[in-house]
């Protein structure tokens, strides 16, 4: 059968590392969030209610039990209970307040921004 | 037998085999069996079918093999076979879908211009979003 599959990314730079590697602030921040219930706005203002069920290095999620938050204009999805989102076309992740720890969050951010400056 | 080399990472590998839809940036939908896959989202479908909605509607088009660009996805959904033969919707034939479809492009053609028309007068203008992939 047709199919070459290459592991996702290769060598995963370990996060906040100052070696130049890609930041991975978000990619372990939606990592912690795995389990829980967001709403994924698309680009093509399409929205989409689920839990979030896993996320990779392009922010490329995963959600299970979704259901069409906007009025169903958009049939297609009827018979589907999970879907794979290109990260590419994700305009906002919605998370309830009280699911993220906006100090730690800030905290990370600006350790990153220290390691990126040196 | 389900081997996860990197646990909680968002993977397609187990969707290999298994029917899919895919929605596209351009608006269509196909939906096919996923046999290949790559860190791109790149695809390759079988037994492809392009499946056009109207209204209540919606027609079939088979299209055999499909790969597909993974700058194009915008997002690939697992058939639940089960949920697939419980559908409100009404299959129709290729020519009576595509009539409707052509019927609704053309009603949102003329509302279009008649948007841009009366934005004109205002002395705005709509720009094009054209994208690009990031990576």
Same mark, same amino acid.
Not at chain 1, 64 to 92: A, Q, W
């Given at each position: 059968?047709?199919?070459?599959?290459?592991?996702?990314?290769?060598?995963?730079?370990?996060?906040?590392?100052?070696?130049?590697?890609?930041?991975?602030?978000?990619?372990?921040?939606?990592?912690?969030?795995?389990?829980?219930?967001?709403?994924?706005?698309?680009?093509?203002? #399409?929205? $989409?209610?689920? &839990?979030?069920? !896993? /996320?990779?290095?392009? #922010?490329? $999620?995963?959600? &299970?039990?979704? !259901? /069409?938050?906007?009025?169903?204009?958009?049939?297609?999805?009827?018979?589907?209970?999970?879907?794979?989102?290109?990260?590419?076309?994700?305009?906002?992740?919605?998370?309830?307040?009280?699911?993220?720890?906006?100090?730690?969050?800030?905290?990370?951010?600006?350790?990153?921004?220290?390691?990126?400056?040196? | 037998?389900?081997?996860?080399?990197?646990?909680?990472?968002?993977?397609?590998?187990?969707?290999?085999?298994?029917?899919?839809?895919?929605?596209?940036?351009?608006?269509?939908?196909?939906?096919?069996?996923?046999?290949?896959?790559?860190?791109?989202?790149?695809?390759?479908?079988?037994?492809?079918?392009?499946?056009?909605?109207?209204?209540?509607?919606?027609?079939?088009?088979?299209?055999?093999?499909?790969?597909?660009?993974?700058?194009?996805?915008?997002?690939?959904?697992?058939?639940?076979?089960?949920?697939?033969?419980?559908?409100?919707?009404?299959?129709?034939?290729?020519?009576?879908?595509?009539?409707?479809?052509?019927?609704?492009?053309?009603?949102?053609?003329?509302?279009?211009?008649?948007?841009?028309?009366?934005?004109?007068?205002?002395?705005?203008?709509?720009?094009?979003?054209?994208?690009?992939?990031?990576?």
């Amino acid at each position: 059968m047709v199919g070459t599959v290459t592991s996702q990314g290769g060598a995963l730079g370990s996060a906040g590392d100052s070696d130049g590697w890609v930041e991975e602030l978000f990619y372990s921040f939606f990592k912690s969030l795995v389990g829980k219930d967001v709403v994924v706005e698309l680009k093509n203002d #399409l929205s $989409i209610c689920g &839990t979030l069920h !896993s /996320v990779d290095q392009y #922010l490329n $999620i995963k959600l &299970t039990d979704i !259901s /069409v938050t906007d009025p169903e204009k958009y049939p297609h999805m009827l018979s589907v209970k999970n879907c794979f989102i290109r990260g590419s076309v994700v305009r906002y992740v919605q998370l309830p307040a009280d699911e993220v720890d906006t100090q730690l969050l800030q905290d990370a951010a600006r350790k990153e921004a220290l390691q990126q400056k040196q | 037998l389900k081997m996860n080399y990197m646990p909680g990472t968002a993977s397609l590998i187990e969707d290999i085999d298994k029917k899919h839809l895919v929605l596209l940036r351009d608006g269509r939908t196909l939906i096919g069996f996923l046999r290949s896959i790559d860190q791109f989202a790149n695809l390759v479908l079988h037994q492809t079918v392009e499946r056009i909605h109207v209204g209540k509607k919606y027609g079939d088009i088979p299209r055999g093999i499909f790969v597909v660009r993974g700058e194009n996805v915008v997002l690939l959904g697992e058939i639940d076979l089960e949920k697939e033969s419980d559908t409100p919707l009404q299959q129709v034939s290729i020519e009576e879908i595509l009539e409707e479809q052509r019927v609704e492009q053309q009603t949102k053609l003329e509302a279009e211009k008649l948007k841009v028309q009366a934005l004109k007068d205002r002395g705005l203008s709509i720009p094009r979003a054209d994208t690009l992939d990031e990576y």
